[in-house]
């Protein structure tokens, strides 16, 4: 078993936010509780069923696993121990599920303490007063009928087998669990949103156990006596605040001014962008009459994510995005990485391609995944996985599940973009449908309420709406008819008025663009017809066909009258086999010639021979910071 403040034998410190489980909020004491567990299948409305293994994280659709996947109407079960650590005996213990899918329900000691729908976001429970007697019984049961299709699901298939753009099933616990111990009275959560004008960052801070320790109403005006919150944050080791505010509820909120130095190229050390992924560590300690009573870690970063006058923004300058469509798939693993460095490989290799974003697409990641983005340097946007049902459940569950997605990945500088709905999915009739367009927009709106930070795309592909850029599927495989769509703003605006992708209207509303940048945010999906099974948009017959096929896509968009693009795709996904990457993450073709066609970068007058993908320039960035 894991040693306590190690989740993983080869990490670093347990409170390095890209390491962590949580990386949102880290403390330096937390155990994994991922390895080997008793497994079983049975009826959903049965009792325990084990008598086998099973690893976790891993569902039992993988072969990582070493578990037999479930039939439908079959609930999976969990078992293993929990022996509460001596060290921890006197705080509160807080059980962590990252993810398991669908409805899970979690005893321990024989004591229901926690029930959870949704497949993506994280739950748990507070089991302090039951592990305190010695070793104790930890049983889970998940349930996930793979032909509801009124629950949030991405590309999870509802046949038995992967067929055209859906992949193997996901049951049961597919993220990691873990479990950690608190105070009391502690931090539950930070965040920030930059001001650049006035060069701050605008601070929320969620204290949880105020009531019980000041013996009154959490929200009270008066102060709990002698609790002090101290908020640290540091650049590089140089300290741009170090302030401390008594506790007078449990939000605090304040405006922290960074030391503005004027000028842009002094101001360019403080921003965060792909290029220079700036991180502020933020240190935030609980004290009670000057004694410390809890401490946890974050990092944040001053940056501004804006879409307007036609353009993309980034810190208040146009920034042309150049994006991959990434799935998050292994195929040994499915949905859960083979490890965290797994995580970290990933934003390496879309970097090392000369990307500077990925849309991760119709899956919400291991939180991992952004911290690891925020420090490397890569834009992310955030997609909720679709239902394909629209009823009043499907409403229900998309919006929960949208909700849990928001709170966990916003305080993420890499997070710049919101994608709610994807090509209709779950709303199928958006244009005879007012029901359907309201709920596009309402949770658009409700995006912008929770984040009004970052950009919202209401629908993205076509049937555009309540959308702050407008992004459109075009697999035209022909670059040259690629490119004289896109090639100047009357262009773009003959397109969006006249294309039909995947037979559908581009624009639902009156009035779009406006002033809202106009993206390619499909297009590609070439794959190399080596003889194996899978599919593509378009074929070619070998890797150099496949590299200058790229070159003329990418050189099409990087010409375009367009605020930026995202091509299909970073790696191939089991049977579709359309990305510049296989599934093992081996390149089809150069890696550097590659990131040179992503960057809209000439060739140089001779070529050497194509070298394996070894992105030492990101490497190097990892080291200095």
Known sequence: MPQVGSGQASAPAADDPRWHPRPSLTRREWMSLDGEWEFGRGPADGGPVTGGTIVVPYAPESPASGASAPEPGEAVWYRRTLALPEAWRGRRVHLRFNAADWETTVWVAGRRVAHHEGGYTPFGADVTDLVQDGPVELLVRCVDDPHDMSKPRGKQDWLPEPHSIWYPRTTGIWQTVWWEPLPETRVERVSFTTDLAAFALDMELRLAGVASAAGRPAGAVSAPRGLVARVRLELRGEVLVDDAYAVTGDVIRRRLHLPDPGIDDARARFLWTPETPNLIDVTVTLLRDGEPIDEAKARTALRTVEARDGAVLLNGRPYRLRMALDQGYWERTHLTPPDVDALR???????????????????LEDPRFYAWADHLGLLVWVELPSAYAFDAVSVGRLTRTWLGAVEQASPHPSVMAWVPFNESWGVPDLPLSAAQRAFVRGLAELTRALDPSRPVVGNDGWETLATDMVNVHDYTADPDA??????????????????????????????????RPVLLSEFGGVRVDDGAPGWGYDAVPDGAALLERYRRLAAAANAAALAGWCYTQLTDTFQERNGLLTMDRTPKADPEAIARATRGEPEPARQGAARDLQPAAVSRQEEDA
């Not at 090392?352 to 697409?361: D, Y």
């Not at 559908?504 to 009035?511: A, N, Y």
């Open 345 to 363: 490989r990933d934003v390496e290799l879309a970097k090392a391609l000369g990307f500077n974003g990925v849309r991760k697409h119709q899956k």
């Open 482 to 515: 690629l490119a004289a769509r896109y090639a100047t703003p009357e262009a773009v605006r003959r397109a969006l008025a006249e294309h039909r992708p995947g037979g559908r209207r581009v624009l639902l509303e009156d009035g779009l663009p406006g002033d």
